[in-house]
């Protein structure tokens, strides 16, 4: 079974802090995990992949098997990264399977 | 590029009643997939259609149906509404060579 735990619902820092968006999984075989953005009145978005390892607006994540997780992280918090994140999960390369989504965590940074 | 275009955008139905939602995938997206997300948590996996075929099922009731056309859009069935049906139903797509998807901004169902 695919499950993925994102255990803070709500994060709220100050403009330039760091924020870490926690992401544990559990899932028997090499799973795709993602991270989704949904900013205020608009659709989910893609914000990352791991296997593609890259860092968008700032942000990163790395998949961590030996501990099941996928934290994502950004150095420096700003005021348009506000928005409610999912972490979600593929369990096989396959196009179109099905994604495992987490509770989803609202960032809130202030000025 | 529209991106993924769903119908209607809100929804108000009675219980017991019917209802059907419409979702355009992005051009080339041959991959659909539905998703409901109650208020306060993450979406739930409902069906994926691919080449008109169901090819995934999520741990919903029968009364939720779905179909893919040859031009592949898809349509989401629901009977029998109930109350715990009120949701947003997001429709994804995909690339047949891509596992990441492409939602549309959902159709808000309210059953009163």
């Known amino acids: 079974a695919q499950r993925v735990t994102q255990p803070e619902k709500l994060l709220s820092v100050f403009k330039g802090a760091p924020v870490e968006l926690k992401c544990n999984y559990s899932y028997s075989g090499s799973p795709e995990l993602f991270w989704y953005v949904q900013y205020s009145r608009q659709r989910l978005q893609l914000l990352l992949r791991?296997?593609s390892r890259e860092s968008i607006k700032g942000f990163t994540a790395d998949l961590n098997k030996g501990e099941t997780s996928f934290h994502l992280k950004k150095p420096f918090a700003q005021e348009e990264d506000s928005a409610m994140y999912y972490c979600?999960?593929?369990?096989?390369?396959?196009?179109?399977?099905?994604?495992?989504f987490g509770g989803g965590t609202r960032v809130l940074v202030k000025p | 590029d529209a991106g993924v275009t769903q119908s209607p955008t809100h929804l108000i139905k009675t219980r017991g009643q019917q209802v059907t939602l419409r979702c355009s995938p992005i051009s080339g997206h041959k991959s659909v997939s539905w998703y409901q997300q109650v208020l306060g948590q993450g979406p739930q996996f409902i069906f994926q259609?691919?080449?008109?075929?169901?090819?995934g099922r999520g741990n919903f009731p029968d009364r939720f149906s779905a179909r893919q056309f040859p031009n592949y859009s898809s349509e989401l069935n629901v009977n029998a509404l109930l109350l715990g049906d009120s949701a947003l139903y997001l429709c994804?797509?995909?690339?047949?060579?891509?596992?990441?998807?492409?939602f549309g901004p959902g159709t808000r169902l309210t059953v009163t």
């Open positions: 791991h296997i």
């Open positions: 994804a797509s995909s690339l047949v060579s891509r596992v990441e998807q492409y």
């Open positions: 979600a999960l593929s369990g096989l390369k396959a196009a179109g399977n099905k994604l495992t």
């Open positions: 259609y691919y080449e008109k075929e169901e090819r």
